[in-house]
């Protein structure tokens, strides 16, 4: 449990520096609104490019695909555990009701399993978790979106996926395409000429601009929960979404994946992406779409809280 705190503490300070800002009314909701609009559409879509591009050929996309397969699965069992369970909602504001959606689909696929398998299993694992998360950004610019919209899968839900992240994905691959096919044709650009100094740069810029996506989501995350009322915390609905979100989803999703032979590095991965909390994102998401993102802050708040007990618990249990 303490080697969890202490992997968990760079988040947690950035979202009490967020939350310190807030009651300093330095930062206010229009400008988590702002900041929100500004992760998605520039930093969040170079990270995807960044990542994907930095860490992985077509050949490795291909030889692994049963990694972002794996937190498909995972994704879409804890979408359709929220789909089953959304009419017991009914009182609940329509906002509110599309976060518990998002929430029980999104969970914490990247920065936390990063940091917790870097200590637990060391780089090949990373490089895991990095790559699962191509299954994981495909659920939530689908399923995710169709979810804190409301929308049904129809033309004007696949307008709104033709969203920057989604479009930073696709051309992801092609660039990854392009250059198996230059490859494949004996073109190999020279370290050092300019035009290669040129894609370096600008892959650099990308990554400088991705960094920014963690550390902006956790003030956004910590300047809403410095405007949480007690009475989203302490709530019934608070109490059914953490039970969900870390118990009942994570089971289910553990026993799928016991019924599929895969190797046993694999496996963990899968299994810690699977106990993970609520994604920090959602309170970003949240605000942007407009759904309810003092709920989604307070999920946040209680998952990571209380994912300090069940992390240690499941993976002792699981592996």
């Excluded at 996926?161 to 992801?172: H, K, Q, R, V």
């Excluded at 963690?214 to 989203?232: E, N, Y």
Aim: glycine share 4%.
């Amino acid at each position: 449990m303490l080697i969890l705190f202490i992997k968990m503490l760079p988040l947690i300070l950035m979202t009490l520096a967020g939350y310190a800002l807030s009651r300093l009314k330095w930062i206010d909701a229009p400008f988590n609104r702002q900041l929100s609009l500004v992760m998605l559409n520039v930093f969040y879509p170079c990270l995807i490019v960044s990542s994907i591009v930095r860490n992985f050929t077509l050949e490795t996309l291909l030889q692994n695909w049963v990694m972002p397969a794996g937190t498909v699965f995972i994704l879409v069992t804890g979408w359709l555990v929220g789909l089953v369970t959304l009419p017991l909602l009914k009182r609940q504001a329509e906002a509110t009701r599309r976060c518990y959606h998002f929430i029980c689909l999104m969970n914490n696929y990247s920065f936390l399993p990063i940091l917790m398998a870097s200590a637990l299993w060391g780089e090949k694992a990373i490089a895991l978790i990095i790559f699962s998360s191509l299954g994981s950004e495909l659920c939530v610019w689908t399923l995710g979106v169709k979810a804190l919209t409301g929308q049904k899968l129809d033309r004007g839900l696949l307008k709104n996926l033709a969203s920057l992240p989604m479009i930073a994905l696709m051309l992801s691959f092609a660039i990854l395409a392009a250059r198996a096919l230059c490859e494949r044709h004996g073109f190999v650009p020279d370290e050092t000429s300019e035009s290669s100094e040129f894609l370096q740069t600008l892959l650099e810029t990308f990554r400088m601009a991705g960094a920014a996506t963690i550390p902006a989501s956790a003030l956004i995350c910590g300047s809403r929960i410095a405007m949480l009322h007690p009475c989203k915390i302490f709530s019934p609905l608070m109490a059914c979404t953490c039970v969900l979100r870390l118990v009942v989803i994570p089971a289910l999703c553990i026993v799928g994946l016991s019924l599929v032979p895969l190797p046993q590095d694999v496996r963990r991965v899968l299994v810690l992406i699977t106990v993970m909390p609520a994604a920090m994102a959602s309170v970003t998401l949240a605000e942007a779409y407009g759904g309810d993102a003092e709920f989604s802050a307070a999920a946040i708040l209680t998952t990571h809280i209380l994912c300090l007990v069940t992390i240690p618990l499941w993976l002792s249990f699981a592996l």
